[in-house]
Nanobody, 114 residues
Framework: QVQLVESGGGLVQPGESLTLACAAS????????MGWYRQALGKRRELVAR???????NYADSAKGRFIIFRDNAKNTVYLQMNSLKPEDTAVYYC????????WGQGTQVTVSS
């Protein structure tokens, strides 16, 4: 069982930056593929970015060049740095931990609006 707690969401203006954090409860955090997903109102949950235990990353096309996912295994935490935010980035952002079985956090709201 892995418990995930996201933080860092909020209301920002277009063009601003925000960094989300996801703290995991397990000390074996380093062996999990960690991901950030988002779900906008009325839409399906979609992958934003993932990072493997070895540090390899992949991003949704909408996130490439603007978002950065990174992890600190010593702190059992994965981050999502979001730059140049757009109104279409508005969504609930969820953290995931995947090792065959997928665990989810409760989500954190990000709203981009002027």
């Amino acid at each position: 069982q892995v418990q995930l707690v996201e933080s860092g969401g909020g209301l920002v203006q277009p063009g601003e930056s925000l960094t989300l954090a996801c703290a995991a409860s397990r000390s074996t955090f380093s062996i999990y593929v960690m991901g950030w997903y988002r779900q906008a109102l009325g839409k399906r949950r979609e992958l934003v970015a993932r990072i493997t235990p070895g540090g390899s990353t992949n991003y949704a096309d909408s996130a490439k060049g603007r978002f950065i996912i990174f992890r600190d295994n010593a702190k059992n935490t994965v981050y999502l740095q979001m730059n140049s935010l757009k109104p279409e980035d508005t969504a609930v952002y969820y953290c995931s931990a995947d090792r065959g079985l997928v665990y989810w956090g409760q989500g954190t709201q990000v709203t981009v609006s002027s």
